[in-house]
Structures are given as C-alpha cells and as structure tokens.
C-alpha cells in the first residue's frame, strides 16, 4: 500500500513554543491531506482538511490561528502547534488520499507524538 | 451527526480463539466503512474496507461484515495470535455531493489483547 511518513514521531516542547509536523506522501501526490488529534482513549477526531494550493478547510471548534496547516506540495503538508500549551499534548495524525483506484483510499500515517511542558 | 460506537472497549482471549468486535453507527447513509489496526503509540493500518454496497469482505484470517440499513458492522478474526494484539478501529466514510465525503468518522476503538 501507499506509504506516508511523518515528522518528528515525538516532539516534547515548553509552553508557548511552537511545533512543525511534517506530513509526506512518499509514493503517490496527495492533493488532499488530513490532520487528526487523538487523545488517550479517545477517537481520532478530525482537525482540518488541507488542500494542496488552497487553504484549509477546519472543522468545527478547531482554531485556525492556532493550528496552521499549509499544503505547499502534492507530497508534503505541515501542521504547526502555535503557542503550544499542555491542553495541546495529544497525538497527531495525519492521512492523504490516494487519487489512484476508484476507492480514493485515505492512508495514515505513523503520528507524532507531542508533549507541552 | 454520525457517531460510531464500538463494543467491547477492550478483550482479552486466550490465543487459538476466534473473536468478534463490533461496530456500530447511527446514520445509514455511508459510502463506505472501514477497520484498522493501531499498534500503541503508532499510526493506523487499513485491514479491510467495505463499501456501502457490499456486505462483507475478507483478507486471510480476518472477516468484515456490513448491514447498512441496521448501522452495524463486524469484524472477525479466526484462530488469534498474540501478533494480533492491538486497537482495532472502526471508522465509516459518510456519503457525500457525488460520492464520499472526505471525514472518516471513528470509532473509540476495541483494545484486544490475545494470551499466549
């Protein structure tokens, strides 16, 4: 299958810093990306839809000044934490869709993990 | 709003059983719906998709059901192994304009561990 690559897999920061995630699509372009946050023991809960070219389209009661997504590439998407604060702490998970086959498969991948001290 | 519930929120089996984790949500219009593996602290893995017209689909030891109109879906596995120990998630696509829309909704996930 398809494989996406994030970065860093685990990013422990101070309050009120700021955290880039990068997201890849290694082997197919990805026009469109997801961002999710799962908390322990918690669904994955979808944070913002980025499109490549365009901006992000957010979900409900997800800030886009704090969470800024930018799609600059067919393979590459970021999400960067601003004034990060520990409610922040959580794990990131980013998926992109493959165009290719007519099921338009979303494929994940490994997530970051980010701990705000 | 779509939700989806999944049952048990953890088993633990003794391996060489089969078992089945459940699925279930409350809006039937869904494009499509699918079960993945998560390993802790790692990302998903797909394991089986089955699209709204479909009523199950299998890969190796694993079986997926899908009864759209009751908003359910199951997830088999044959003759467990400890490798199968993970979180296993449930996530439904819902139907959208011409086609799919693009949020997967997910479940909180059956925590299954298998004794050796």
């Known amino acids: 299958g398809a494989v996406v690559s994030q970065h860093p897999s685990r990013v422990i920061c101070k309050s009120g810093t700021s955290v880039k995630i990068e997201c890849r699509s290694l082997d197919f372009q990805a026009t469109t990306m997801f961002w999710y946050r799962q908390f322990p023991k918690q669904s994955l809960m979808l944070m913002a839809t980025s499109n490549e070219g365009s901006k992000a389209t957010y979900e409900q009661g997800v800030e886009k000044d704090k969470f800024l997504i930018n799609h600059a590439s067919l393979t590459l998407s970021t999400l960067t934490v601003t004034s990060a604060h520990p409610e922040d702490s959580s794990f990131y998970i980013c998926?992109?869709?493959?165009?290719?086959?007519?099921?338009?498969?979303?494929?994940f991948g490994p997530g970051t993990r980010l701990l705000v001290l | 709003k779509q939700e989806v519930t999944q049952i048990p929120a953890a088993l633990s089996v003794p391996e060489g059983e089969n078992l089945v984790l459940n699925c279930s949500f409350t809006d039937s219009a869904i494009y499509n719906l699918q079960w993945f593996r998560q390993d802790p602290g790692k990302g998903l893995t797909s394991l089986l998709l089955?699209?709204?017209?479909?009523r199950e689909q299998t890969s190796g030891r694993l079986n997926a059901s899908l009864d759209k109109s009751s908003g359910r879906s199951t997830l088999y596995i044959a003759a467990s192994q400890p490798g199968d120990s993970a979180t296993y998630l449930c996530?439904?696509?819902?139907?959208?304009?011409?086609?799919?829309?693009?949020?997967?909704?997910f479940g909180k996930g059956t925590k299954l561990t298998v004794n050796p």
């Open positions: 996530a439904v696509r819902p139907e959208g304009f011409q086609g799919g829309s693009e949020k997967l909704v």
């Open positions: 998926s992109a869709r493959d165009p290719r086959g007519w099921q338009e498969t979303q494929y």
């Open positions: 089955i699209q709204s017209s479909q």
